[in-house]
């Protein structure tokens, strides 16, 4: 599950791209700030999740899913192992054997402005433990040994600890944030964070391996399920954005803001492929986001201070299907069902007005203007077809379809879409004609 100008600039500059990034926040074909995004779910960045080694296999080659292919490499008996036993698929870094197990990135450097974040389930196993290391610098999940704090340390000066405790055996989120002219560097773990002030406004974020290329000490340790790097501080919204998106995706994990609540047991687990727009206030904001997924969300009319609206879908299949609930005027319907988190900061339901709701049907057969229509589940039943088909579908091309101006979504909702059975008037009188 971020001084004005600065967040005006990011703002402007990640919005202009394709918002197919984290959560929808930066874009995955190299041209935003997004240059690392790791995923141990898709080892090989090629999208398909099915051709993952087996358990247990050693990993040569972790691939950059950003577009900018900053992969991480290893050889030898230093590497880490490919964990499929778990819930999720993890990079296995087993710091209790003799030598340590680290992975070097294509790229290093030292960042001022910059955001990342590690999902990982850390292992204590005695030493203190890391995350990215670099000669200068590094992050940690436990700052020093038995120190049992998440920190960071800057070879030579100074460690940094937080308050905030290592959170060893869970599954978690560790994030840090720092801005350009600011000595402060922001760490987030779960529900908690706090400033660190590092004494510095050049020293910032490494960027260069994962974990200590050493033994004995600052290893990287336990499973790490997915790594982003931004080489531009993201916005307090756009924070908030991949927050929920990793919290959803890897088993509810407890974040600071929680808008996104559909991926609970009780809403029926929307997990897969979760997007949002948000804003904080006018500098922090996000008002195009697409992400993983085949649903894009843009142009909010009200989105107003501290709202989100958060969409994701149940993994069913990608196809139409006859014979799934839905209006009689309706001749298929799309197994794939999303669901949609309105609300603002506090977790209550807020209107961010009508938006515009893009699809990407590639691979449907048979769509037309004439034909597509958008379901939504408005008095929240579970069911389309005691609900009202929304025609006006717009054709962008790319087997990219747009429902304009959509103001009948709200909170908790549930949306799909269907082919229509079309009309045709012969002799004046009408007949029903089913699509082909």
């Given amino acids: 599950m971020k001084k004005k100008l600065f967040y005006i600039f990011i703002s402007f500059t990640i919005t202009s791209f394709s918002q197919t990034g984290p959560g929808g926040v930066g874009a995955r074909d190299g041209s935003s700030s997004l240059i690392v995004w790791l995923r141990a779910n898709d080892l090989n960045a090629d999208g398909d999740i099915s051709n993952n080694p087996a358990n247990g296999t050693l990993i040569s080659t972790w691939s950059d899913f950003s577009g900018n292919s900053n992969n991480f490499t290893q050889s030898g008996t230093r590497r880490p192992t490919y964990n499929t036993a778990g819930t999720f698929n993890t990079a296995r870094f087993d710091a209790s054997t003799g030598a340590a197990?680290?992975?070097?990135?294509?790229?290093?450097?030292?960042?001022?402005?910059?955001?990342?974040?590690?999902?990982?389930?850390?292992?204590?196993?005695?030493?203190?433990?890391?995350?990215?290391?670099h000669s200068s610098a590094s992050l940690r999940v436990e700052q020093w040994r038995n120190t049992n704090r998440v920190g960071f340390t800057r070879y030579g000066i100074a460690d940094y600890s937080t308050a905030i405790v290592s959170p060893f055996g869970i599954n978690s989120i560790i994030s840090y944030h720092k801005t350009t002219g600011s000595s402060l560097l922001e760490v987030r773990v779960n529900g908690a964070n706090q400033n660190l002030n590092i004494g510095s406004t050049t020293a910032g974020i490494p960027l260069d391996r994962i974990g200590r290329n050493s033994s004995g000490a600052d290893e990287a340790s336990g499973d790490f399920f997915e790594i982003i790097f931004y080489n531009s501080r993201v916005n307090d919204a756009q924070k908030i954005i991949i927050d929920n998106y990793l919290s959803a995706k890897f088993g509810s994990i407890a974040v600071i803001n929680d808008v996104y609540n559909e991926d609970d047991v009780a809403a029926g687990n929307f997990d897969h492929d979760v997007a949002g727009i948000g804003r904080v206030n006018s500098s922090n904001l996000h008002n195009d986001s697409q992400g993983t997924g085949l649903v894009r969300v843009l142009n909010p009319s009200n989105l107003n201070d501290n709202e989100f609206f958060m969409w994701g879908h149940d993994n069913n299949a990608f196809l139409m299907n006859t014979g799934l609930n839905a209006p009689n005027i309706i001749k298929s319907r799309l197994n794939r069902v999303w669901r949609v988190s309105e609300v603002n900061t506090s977790g209550a339901s807020v209107d961010v007005g009508s938006i515009d709701i893009r699809f990407d049907l590639t691979g449907i057969t048979d769509v037309s203007t004439a034909n597509l229509r958008l379901l939504i589940d408005t008095d929240n039943d579970g069911l389309f077809d005691d609900e009202t088909p929304i025609s006006g579908a717009t054709d962008l091309g790319s087997n990219i379809y747009s429902f304009n101006s959509v103001n009948s979504l709200t909170n908790n909702n549930r949306f799909t879409i269907g082919i229509g059975i079309t009309t045709v008037i012969t002799n004046r009188k009408i007949t029903y004609r089913v699509n082909n």
């Fill in 101 to 133: 197990k680290f992975m070097n990135g294509s790229i290093s450097g030292i960042y001022a402005n910059a955001s990342t974040f590690f999902v990982t389930n850390p292992v204590n196993n005695g030493n203190s433990h890391s995350l990215f290391d």
